[in-house]
């Protein structure tokens, strides 16, 4: 599976965003998947997750309450809905498809680089 995030940008804060992470060479429908971010000078870290079904969802807690993780198998696409944003939420936002119980990730997509401004 290839991944293909896109949707970064440059933003004040309090402004939304929504990016997306389009499958290719292959299904995402029986992978959970997860977006991660890495803020410069950072290491990379969890943002959200979502279960293959959609039935579950998980969050790091500072993006709780503001970010939205979904999927459309269909579409073979994983969105990441993020309201409110806060500097601190600037860094590249990676997509990647791997195992819900273990939140093992095996495929990863390129960032896309989220830039907000105070």
């Known amino acids: 599976v290839q991944l293909q995030a896109s949707g970064g940008g440059l933003v004040q804060a309090g402004d939304s965003l929504r990016l997306s992470c389009a499958a290719s060479?292959?299904?995402?429908?029986?992978?959970?998947m997860g977006w991660f971010r890495q803020a410069p000078g950072k290491e990379r870290e969890f943002a959200a997750a979502i279960s293959w079904g959609s039935g579950n969802r998980k969050y790091a807690d500072s993006v709780v309450g503001r970010f939205t993780i979904s999927r459309d198998n269909a579409k073979n696409t994983v969105y990441l809905q993020m309201n409110g944003l806060k500097p601190e939420d600037t860094a590249n936002y990676y997509c990647?498809?791997?195992?819900?119980?273990?939140?093992?990730?095996?495929?990863w997509g390129q960032g896309t680089l989220v830039t907000v401004s105070s």
């Open positions: 990647a498809a791997g195992d819900w119980t273990s939140q093992r990730y095996l495929y």
């Open positions: 060479k292959g299904s995402i429908r029986n992978y959970a």
